[in-house]
């Protein structure tokens, strides 16, 4: 569909009543859609995205989240070894980081980070869904 057939379909709002707005919410989460558009979506594995999603919800107005592995794991219904993987992946690709709580501590903050411009690196291949940390 080209630019301009795009602005000539009329777009219907199922229900206006309900849309989305910040309003007086907690959180602040959401999705870039670049994640789609860039091809992000074809190299991230379905606990990556839940991972993704999970910290993008739980995330403050900087991005950041302190919720634990095993409290991402009981939420999600992962297993540990997944949610090891899918934040070394996100990490990989440039998506989160990681800040330890403090030097010795084994957990930390994670930020949810903007999109890299340009879709995923090229290394993304050699990063295997059973790669560990």
Same mark, same amino acid.
């Given at each position: ?37 860039? @091809?992000?979506? +074809? ?5 990556? $995205? #839940?991972?993704?999603?999970? %910290?993008? !919800? &739980? /995330?403050? *107005? ?14 999600? @219904?992962?297993? +540990? ?5 899918? $934040? #070394?992946?996100?990490?990989? %690709?440039? !998506? &989160? /980081?990681? *800040? ?34």
């Amino acid at each position: 569909m080209s630019r301009r057939q795009r602005k000539s379909v009329r777009v219907v709002v199922p229900e206006p009543g309900r849309m989305r707005g910040l309003g007086g919410a907690a959180g602040f989460g959401w999705l870039d859609a670049r994640l789609w558009r860039d @091809g992000w979506l +074809e190299v991230l594995t379905a606990e990556d $995205l #839940a991972v993704y999603a999970f %910290l993008c !919800l &739980v /995330a403050d *107005r900087q991005g950041v989240s302190w919720y634990r592995r095993d409290r991402i794991r009981v939420a999600l @219904g992962l297993d +540990e070894q997944a949610v090891w993987q899918a $934040l #070394a992946r996100l990490e990989a %690709l440039g !998506l &989160v /980081a990681y *800040r330890p709580f403090h030097v010795h501590a084994s957990e930390g903050f994670r930020q949810v980070l903007a999109v890299p411009v340009g879709g995923p690196p090229p290394f993304v291949g050699l990063l295997e869904a059973g790669d560990e940390r």
